[in-house]
C-alpha cells in the first residue's frame, strides 16, 4: 500500500512527468491551446499509458525468457503502435461518444515520449504488474494535471503583449519553466 | 539539390529545434553539460542519416497505408545499434543520458524528416538533409548546454574537458542550481528561440534592404 501511494505522489507531484522529468513535451506544447482539448489529449494519454504498461509487463517477460532483451525498445514501440491502434479502432465501435472526444488525439499518442518512458522506467525499477500498471495510469495522471494547468495559463498569457520575438512558443516555454518552478516546491514532499 | 540551400535550413532557417520545435524532450532534459549534449546531438545525427538513406531507397516500396508502422521499426532498430554501441564503448555517456537514449526512437525530428523529407526525395538529397539537420539539432543542444552549464554549474565543457570536471568559470559558491534543473530548460529554450527568431527578422530586414537598394 505504501509503495502505491508512493508512486502516486511521485508521479503526480514530485516527479511529474512532464515538469520534472520532461517526458511528453511536444503534446505538451502543441495541445496546450485550450482546456478542453489538453483534457481530452490527457485523458486519451491516461488510458494508453496504463495499458501500455499493463501489456508491456508482459511482453518483458516474454523477452526474458526468450533471451532477446536486447530488442525492448524494437518491440515496445510496435507494441504501443498496436495498442494504439486497437484502442482507436475499439472506441470507434463500441464508445463512439469517447472516440469523438478523444479522436484527433489517439494517433499522437504512439510518439509521445511519455508512454515509451514509462514502459522503460518500470522495467527498470523492476515493477510487478500492479505497481507498472498503477505507475502508467499515474503518470498519465501527473501529465493530465501539468497539461491542463499549462494551458489555462496559456490562455491568459496569450491575451497579454510581450516583446515582439518572444511572442508564440518562447513565451509559452517561459511560463512553462514557471510552472516547473511551482513544482519543484514539491520536491521534498516524502511520505517514507 | 541545392546543398547550401539545405545546410542554411538545418542550421537556422528551419532549424528543428528553435524552428520547427521538433525533439524537445531531449533538448530540455539533457543539456546539463557539454558532453551531454554533443554526445546526444552525435547519436541523433547518426540514426538521421542512416534512417534517411534507408526510408529514402525505400520509399517506392514501402506501401503508403503502413508507412507510419515501417518507419518508427527502422528507427528502432537504429536506435537500439546505437543505444548498444554506446553501452558498449562510452558506458560513461550511456549513463549519463540513460532512458533518453532509447526514447530517441519517438523523437519528432528522425519520424517528422522521414515522413517529411526522406519519403519524397533521393538517397542523396536525404543523406545531406540528414547531416544537416543533424547538424543544425546538435548546435541548438550544445548552445543550450553552454548556457545552461555556465549558470547552473559555473563551470564550462563538464564531462569533456580537465579530467571531465570541467573548466570552472564562476566560483562554485555562486552559480544558480536551478538553472541545471528543469525550470532552467524551459528558460533557456525561451530564451534561445526568441534569439533566434530576433536573428532570423534581422537577416530578412537586411536582405528587404539590400532589394531595395537594387
Known amino acids: 500500500m505504501e509503495a502505491i501511494l508512493g508512486i502516486l505522489i511521485s508521479a503526480l507531484l514530485t516527479q511529474n512527468f512532464i515538469l520534472v522529468k520532461f517526458y511528453g513535451i511536444c503534446p505538451f506544447m502543441g495541445v496546450s491551446k485550450k482546456i478542453d482539448t489538453a483534457l481530452g489529449m490527457g485523458m486519451a494519454v491516461t488510458f494508453v499509458m496504463a495499458l501500455a504498461s499493463a501489456a508491456c509487463y508482459g511482453i518483458n517477460l516474454a523477452l526474458i525468457a ?24 475499439f472506441l470507434k465501435k463500441s464508445v463512439p461518444a469517447l472516440y469523438k472526444a478523444l479522436g484527433v488525439f489517439l494517433p499522437l499518442i504512439t510518439t509521445n515520449c511519455a508512454v515509451l518512458g514509462v514502459v522503460l522506467v518500470n ?39 510581450c516583446p515582439e520575438c518572444f511572442k508564440g512558443f518562447p513565451i509559452a516555454l517561459i511560463s512553462a519553466g514557471l510552472l516547473a518552478l511551482a513544482f519543484m516546491g514539491f520536491s521534498g514532499l516524502s511520505i517514507f | 539539390m541545392n546543398f ?31 558532453f551531454n549534449g554533443i554526445g546526444m546531438g552525435l547519436a541523433v545525427t547518426a540514426i538521421l542519416i542512416c534512417s534517411n538513406i534507408l526510408i529514402s531507397a525505400l520509399r517506392n516500396f514501402i506501401p503508403s497505408q503502413i508507412r507510419i508502422a515501417a518507419y518508427i521499426t527502422i528507427i528502432a532498430g537504429f536506435v537500439t545499434v546505437v543505444d548498444l554501441l554506446l553501452k558498449a564503448f562510452i558506458p560513461a555517456l550511456s549513463e549519463s543520458l540513460g532512458v533518453f537514449i532509447p526514447l530517441i526512437v519517438v523523437n519528432c525530428i528522425i519520424l517528422g524528416r522521414a515522413e517529411g523529407f526522406a519519403s519524397k526525395n533521393t538517397v542523396l538529397a536525404s543523406a545531406v538533409d540528414g ?47 536551478q538553472m541545471v534543473m528543469p525550470v532552467g530548460g524551459f528558460l533557456t529554450l525561451g530564451f534561445v528561440i526568441a534569439g533566434s527568431q530576433w536573428l532570423m527578422k534581422r537577416l530578412e530586414m537586411k536582405n528587404k534592404k539590400k532589394e531595395a537598394a537594387k
Not at chain 1, 128 to 152: E, P, R
Not at chain 2, 14 to 29: D, E
Not at chain 2, 152 to 175: D, H, M, V
Open chain 1, 66 to 89: 526468450l533471451d532477446l532483451e536486447y530488442m525492448q525498445t524494437v518491440v515496445f514501440i510496435l507494441a504501443i503502435a498496436s495498442i494504439v491502434q486497437v484502442v482507436e479502432m
Open chain 1, 123 to 161: 522495467v527498470q525499477q523492476g515493477y510487478n504488474f500492479l505497481l507498472s500498471t498503477i505507475n502508467g495510469a499515474a503518470g498519465g495522471l501527473g501529465f493530465t494535471l501539468a497539461i491542463v494547468l499549462f494551458a489555462s495559463i496559456r490562455e491568459r498569457v496569450n491575451k497579454t503583449e
Open chain 2, 4 to 34: 547550401k540551400k539545405q545546410f542554411n535550413e538545418g542550421l537556422l532557417t528551419k532549424n528543428p529545434v528553435t524552428v520547427q520545435l521538433l525533439g524537445m524532450c531531449s533538448t530540455l532534459a539533457i543539456t546539463t553539460s557539454l
Open chain 2, 131 to 177: 547531416i544537416c539537420q543533424g547538424i543544425g539539432y546538435t548546435i541548438a543542444l550544445v548552445i543550450m548546454c553552454v548556457v545552461r552549464e555556465l549558470l547552473g554549474s559555473g563551470t564550462f565543457g563538464g564531462g569533456l574537458l580537465n579530467n571531465g570536471e570541467g573548466i570552472r568559470i564562476i566560483p562554485a559558491q555562486f552559480p544558480a542550481m
